[in-house]
């Protein structure tokens, strides 16, 4: 079992910045290949970004290519989002999920590949 905790999201104005954290308590962290979804109102829940359990791999949704970054701490126990040139299409809830990796460099980019999620984020972008 893990528990993961988002926080960071906010109201920023077009062209603006946040980090997005998720802290995670329970098991062994670094054992877990971790991602971000997000959910906009009316819409399914999206890929953004994922790390393997190692932090030598990354994978972005073409939306957040360019202007997110993912990484990891696993001394921390913690995974970031960093969010630069956010756009209105941005607002969203995001999501941080994680699931145990038997692969150090493996990525996992579908909701249901994810067993454990935090309660969620909310962004908003203004224009």
């Known amino acids: 079992q893990v528990q993961l905790v988002e926080s960071g999201g906010g109201l920023v104005q077009a062209g603006g910045s946040l980090r997005l954290s998720c802290a995670a308590s329970g098991r062994t962290f670094s054992i877990y290949a971790m991602g971000w979804f997000r959910q906009a109102p009316g819409k399914e829940r999206e890929f953004v970004a994922t790390?393997?359990?190692?932090?030598?791999?990354?994978r972005y949704a073409d939306s957040a290519k360019g202007r997110f970054t993912i990484s990891r701490d696993n001394a921390k126990n913690t995974v970031y989002l960093q969010m630069n040139s956010l756009k209105p299409e941005d607002t969203a809830v995001y999501y941080c999920?994680?699931?145990?990796?038997?692969?150090?460099?493996?990525?996992?980019?579908?909701?249901?590949?994810?067993?454990?999620w935090g309660q969620g984020t909310q962004v908003t972008v203004s224009s």
């Open positions: 790390i393997s359990r190692s932090g030598g791999s990354t």
């Open positions: 999920a994680a699931v145990f990796s038997y692969l150090p460099e493996a990525t996992m980019t579908s909701v249901p590949s994810y067993n454990y």
